[in-house]
């Protein structure tokens, strides 16, 4: 006969601490402390972009509208002049669309790790796809894990969503306080600075130190392109110099023992 009476194991069960926890909502919390230093920094720099934007004529629902909807601070400060200068349509978003080529870059970089999920899915995480995603993302999971899923969607989410409350707080901060700035103060400055403290920590190795002054050097050298073509190459350049640091380091690992077991 079976025992009225819950086993040992059954007791055991109701304990919270008995159970696994859930992966994704632990890279999530993962992701949230990793990501947690780089957000004044993200919140610095969107609050330089919604001065900007109210500063280049907009109106208060045109800018709300364009930090929710565009949601991508270079492009928004590359279009904004252009706006301002009554440019045609189709050259601001030409020009915006050659600014934020990089995401597509970033989304073919990232993308194979994301093809259990839905397209909708996808589609989201697209939108809410940054820069500080590709420091952070790739660390943590590099080449050799895409074919594991596992926490990749709860790591991505919780990086995406603090940069996504953080700019988007900011924005909106500065929107509202634009009026009160004088132009004298050089926000755009402290935008700068807000970026080199995002870009420091990410720094984590020789590649990425390559990679930020190459990049660095032919943003400089192509400043004069037309349609800020010049962040593009300099985006190109720095990956291309990263890529053959990192071959360069993998080849000289394997140089020592090459000729053993021959």
Same mark, same amino acid.
């Given at each position: 006969?079976?025992?009225?009476?819950?086993?040992?194991?059954?007791?055991?069960?109701?304990?919270?601490?008995?159970?696994?926890?859930?992966?994704?909502?632990?890279?999530?919390?993962?992701?949230?402390?990793?990501?947690?230093?780089?957000?004044?920094?993200?919140?610095?720099?969107?609050?330089?972009?919604?001065?900007? @934007? @109210?500063?280049?004529?907009?109106?208060?629902?045109?800018?709300?509208?364009?930090?929710?909807?565009?949601?991508?601070?270079?492009?928004?400060?590359?279009?904004?002049?252009? @706006?301002?200068?009554?440019?045609?349509?189709?050259?601001?978003?030409?020009?915006?669309?050659?600014?934020?080529?990089?995401?597509?870059?970033?989304?073919?970089?990232?993308?194979?790790?994301?093809?259990?999920?839905?397209?909708?899915?996808?589609?989201?995480?697209?939108?809410?796809?940054?820069?500080?995603?590709?420091?952070?993302?790739?660390?943590?999971?590099?080449?050799?894990?895409?074919?594991?899923?596992?926490?990749?969607?709860?790591?991505?989410?919780?990086?995406?969503?603090?940069?996504?409350?953080?700019?988007?707080?900011?924005?909106?901060?500065?929107?509202?306080?634009?009026?009160?700035?004088?132009?004298?103060?050089?926000?755009?400055?402290?935008?700068?600075?807000? !970026?080199?403290?995002?870009?420091?920590?990410?720094?984590?190795?020789?590649?990425? !130190?390559?990679?930020?002054?190459?990049?660095?050097?032919?943003?400089?050298?192509?400043?004069?392109?037309?349609?800020?073509?010049?962040?593009?190459?300099?985006?190109?350049?720095? @990956?291309?110099?990263?890529?053959?640091?990192?071959?360069?380091?993998?080849?000289?690992?394997?140089?020592?023992?090459?000729?053993?077991?021959?």
């Amino acid at each position: 006969m079976t025992s009225p009476h819950p086993g040992p194991s059954l007791d055991s069960s109701r304990d919270p601490s008995s159970f696994p926890q859930d992966p994704e909502k632990a890279a999530f919390h993962e992701a949230m402390r990793t990501s947690a230093p780089a957000m004044p920094g993200i919140f610095a720099w969107g609050v330089v972009a919604g001065m900007a @934007m @109210m500063q280049s004529g907009l109106t208060l629902w045109q800018a709300l509208g364009m930090t929710l909807v565009v949601f991508a601070g270079s492009a928004q400060l590359a279009a904004l002049p252009l @706006m301002a200068a009554n440019a045609p349509a189709m050259v601001v978003f030409l020009t915006g669309l050659v600014v934020n080529l990089r995401f597509v870059i970033f989304a073919a970089s990232m993308g194979p790790h994301f093809a259990h999920l839905p397209w909708h899915r996808r589609l989201w995480y697209g939108y809410l796809n940054n820069d500080i995603m590709m420091g952070f993302f790739p660390q943590r999971f590099p080449g050799h894990t895409l074919g594991h899923t596992s926490g990749k969607a709860g790591y991505f989410a919780g990086i995406c969503y603090m940069n996504w409350l953080a700019w988007q707080g900011g924005s909106v901060l500065g929107i509202l306080v634009a009026s009160q700035v004088p132009a004298a103060w050089g926000v755009g400055f402290a935008g700068t600075l807000a !970026l080199l403290a995002v870009m420091i920590p990410l720094v984590a190795n020789a590649a990425a !130190l390559v990679a930020v002054a190459v990049a660095g050097a032919v943003a400089v050298a192509a400043y004069s392109l037309p349609y800020k073509l010049g962040l593009l190459l300099a985006l190109l350049a720095g @990956m291309a110099a990263a890529t053959l640091v990192d071959l360069f380091k993998a080849r000289t690992r394997t140089q020592p023992g090459a000729g053993e077991g021959a």
